[in-house]
């Protein structure tokens, strides 16, 4: 796809509101091979059933404002590491976060 392609693309996702209005910098999708696809999907997943088990194992868990929050955000993370438009430390720093705002006790 040429430059030009893509930064059409790019604008038309702007337009329909895919790219958030605070974003300074278009990013360009890096083609992603469907194994490689396949395989961070695994290690999302194998990430996200790890902080399960430990916020079990903790027994307590106390969902609010802040933990959806972050949980719209993991989502959009996922996609966007599955895109090529993140990397897989990004989903495991907010699946972190999302385990602490849930088990910390006020």
């Not at 038309?12 to 083609?31: I, R």
């Not at 027994?59 to 090529?84: A, C, M, N, S």
Request: glycine residues 6%; hydrophobic residues 40%.
């Amino acid at each position: 796809m040429s430059f030009m392609k893509k930064l059409q693309a790019a604008a038309a996702a702007a337009v329909a509101g895919e790219v958030s209005e605070s974003d300074n910098v278009v990013q360009f999708e890096k083609p992603v091979a469907e194994g490689r696809k396949k395989s961070l999907e695994k290690c999302m997943d194998a990430t996200m059933v790890t902080a399960m088990r430990e916020v079990q194992h903790g027994g307590y868990w106390k969902t609010g404002p802040d933990v959806e929050q972050i949980e719209e955000e993991l989502h959009k993370i996922f996609i966007d590491v599955l895109r090529g438009l993140r990397r897989l430390s990004d989903y495991r720093a907010a699946v972190e976060r999302w385990k602490v705002a849930g088990t910390t006790i006020h």
